[in-house]
């Protein structure tokens, strides 16, 4: 990697799939900070191989033992806790360094960090230990050199796809291996995706091997797609709707808006939007959302890190609302958009931790409040996928944008008892499965009102 030694580079992000030498590269990199006539070898400072854990950086350890230990001039601490190398004639040092974000305070006089799959830490609060990275460099008589290798996978959103996906820019170097969804099983995307296939035969073997029991399970297509051709994927017990069902929901024929709809509601704040979905019992879905004003959705987009214009789009389109000139959309503005938009809704179902936000202003509307624990959760998933699968849903056009941006971000979470519920998809807010949220809300409170067409939905208030 040219790009580690270029004294204008000082981040360097690989990404590329499983099993192609991204953790030998990494025992390769260390190993050149360590060797005296290297460029990157600097004396009497330490460099820090970071990892998801020391279980996991020692593999990283291990090769650069290995290349390192014939020579003689080099001592080893490889103990359950700590490994690390030290040069004898220079004091210069490796140490490993698990992903622990308690003890990520920084790093001083530390010129040269290597980070072993940042995807794996990306799930086990690595956000502090990479901040701690970022904000080191640039100390004076400090330069410190970040390089990241690793697949994208397991984590789904976060700071290392932020990474990789904002591209080579300033002094920032990223170079990305991924494959084709489209084609993701012919050969020619996966050989692309692993250049060692074309020299080992047993690791040919073992990818068409994998490619065809992918074939024929969506989970081992998920893992395929996200550890083999570096395509991030959920399989298809943890999305909400798959593809294939969505794909129904959007080829039946447009029912017509009959009657009053029922209204699942996700109150958003801060980051969020606030988001509502109509269903009528023709099976009509429709949806809305409010952003707030500030900042503007052009910075929204930016923030989010979405292309330039995507929600802007759906401002045009009337799918999505603005509260202009507050950081902090109201529920009245959500319930006025949706009277404007549906008119009076047969109800309205909520979150009942959000119930008093909308009582003060939805009126005479009924509102719904429904516990979103395990059974109620997993109930409302059952029906939305039922009524996706069998009908009636089907989803009008001008809405489909805003859902299925909605629906690729959301998650749902298994236990063991065979209940499940949605999850963020990230902690901080720029995930939009708003609109996935209330869907589920939407589609249980419409299956609920099929199976019972007489029954009133009232919120009498407490006893």
């Not at 399989?235 to 009053?260: F, H, N, Q």
């Not at 987009?301 to 929600?311: I, L, Q, W």
């Amino acid at each position: 990697m040219q790009a580690a030694s270029d004294p204008a580079i000082d981040t360097v992000a690989l990404s590329l799939p499983r099993g192609n030498g991204k953790s030998f590269l990494a025992g390769h990199l260390l190993e050149r900070a360590l060797t005296p006539t290297d460029p990157l070898f600097q004396p009497g400072a330490e460099s820090v191989l970071l990892s998801g854990s020391i279980e996991q950086g020692k593999i990283v350890f291990k090769y650069a033992r290995a290349a390192l230990e014939p020579t003689g001039q080099y001592r080893f601490l490889d103990s359950s806790t700590r490994c690390g190398i030290t040069h004898k004639a220079t004091n210069t040092r490796l140490r490993v360094h698990g992903s622990n974000s308690k003890t990520a305070w920084g790093f001083v006089n530390v010129p040269f960090v290597v980070w072993d799959e940042p995807g794996s830490a990306e799930t086990n609060s690595g956000q502090q230990l990479f901040d701690a990275v970022m904000t080191s460099q640039g100390k004076p008589n400090s330069p410190l050199k970040a390089v990241f290798i690793g697949t994208l996978a397991p984590a789904l959103s976060g700071w290392w796809h932020d990474l990789v996906r904002d591209g080579t820019h300033g002094s920032t170097y990223v170079q990305l291996l991924q494959g084709d969804a489209d084609t993701w099983d012919h050969w020619n995307t996966i050989r692309k995706c692993n250049p060692l296939a074309a020299i080992d035969a047993k690791f040919r073997k073992k990818l068409l091997e994998e490619r065809g029991a992918a074939r024929a399970d969506s989970r081992l297509k998920a893992r395929f797609l996200s550890y083999r051709l570096n395509l991030p994927s959920a399989d298809s017990s943890t999305m909400l709707l798959t593809v294939d069902d969505w794909k129904r929901v959007c080829k039946r024929l447009e029912a017509l808006p009959a009657g009053r709809p029922v209204v699942g509601v996700d109150l958003g704040g801060g980051l969020s939007w606030s988001a509502a979905v109509a269903a009528w019992p023709t099976g009509r879905i429709e949806c809305l959302a409010v952003a707030p004003g500030i900042p503007s959705i052009r910075d929204q987009e930016k923030r989010d890190r979405v292309h330039a214009g995507t929600y802007q789009r759906l401002v045009d389109s009337g799918a999505l609302r603005v509260a202009q000139g507050l950081r902090v959309q109201p529920p009245a503005q959500l319930i006025d958009s949706i009277l404007e938009k549906w008119g009076r809704p047969e109800v309205i179902i909520c979150d009942r931790f959000r119930l008093h936000e909308l009582q003060d202003c939805a009126g005479e509307i009924p509102l719904s409040p429904r516990v979103t624990r395990w059974s109620e959760a997993s109930a409302d998933i059952r029906d939305l996928r039922r009524l996706a699968l069998d009908g009636p849903l089907s989803c009008h056009g001008n809405s489909r944008g805003l859902f299925e941006a909605s629906l690729s971000a959301a998650l749902v979470q298994n236990d063991d008892a065979g209940s499940f519920r949605l999850i963020k998809k990230s902690t901080d807010g720029r995930a939009r499965d708003d609109i996935a949220a209330a869907l589920t809300l939407c589609a249980g409170a419409l299956a609920r009102m099929l199976k019972r067409p007489a029954r009133r939905w009232v919120y009498r208030g407490a006893a």
